[in-house]
């Protein structure tokens, strides 16, 4: 049974950094291809960030040169480091095992919340 466990959300001020991590269980961790998305109230999910088995990055435009995504295939666990966050990052994150262009599975998401 594959499970994403999500930890290190919470409030943080405008400018402020925060560092998410995902551990994973029940799969072939270094195989898999992992991504943080994130929700926005009322909004739809998006995008944050993703890494393929091999380590390649990809990022969506409106957090480029803030967040970086990292894994650490020892620790079957992916990073997502979150600096000069703005209060638009305010969101749930939830972290991803990708599959294709499908999602396999979702973790239960964590609260970032960014006050101005």
């Known amino acids: 049974q594959v499970q994403l466990v999500e930890s290190g959300g919470g409030l943080v001020q405008a400018g402020g950094s925060l560092r998410l991590s995902c551990s994973a269980s029940?799969?072939?961790?270094?195989?898999?291809?992992m991504g943080w998305y994130r929700q926005p109230p009322g909004k739809e999910r998006e995008l944050v960030a993703d890494?393929?088995?091999?380590?390649?990055?990809n990022y969506a435009d409106s957090v480029k040169g803030r967040f970086t995504i990292s894994r650490d295939n020892a620790r079957n666990t992916v990073y997502l480091q979150m600096n000069n966050l703005k209060f638009e990052d305010t969101a749930v994150y939830y972290c991803?095992?990708?599959?294709?262009?499908?999602?396999?599975?979702w973790g239960q998401g964590t609260q970032v919340t960014v006050s101005s």
């Open positions: 029940g799969i072939i961790f270094s195989f898999a291809a």
């Open positions: 890494i393929s088995y091999m380590g390649t990055t």
């Open positions: 991803a095992q990708q599959s294709g262009t499908a999602i396999s599975s």
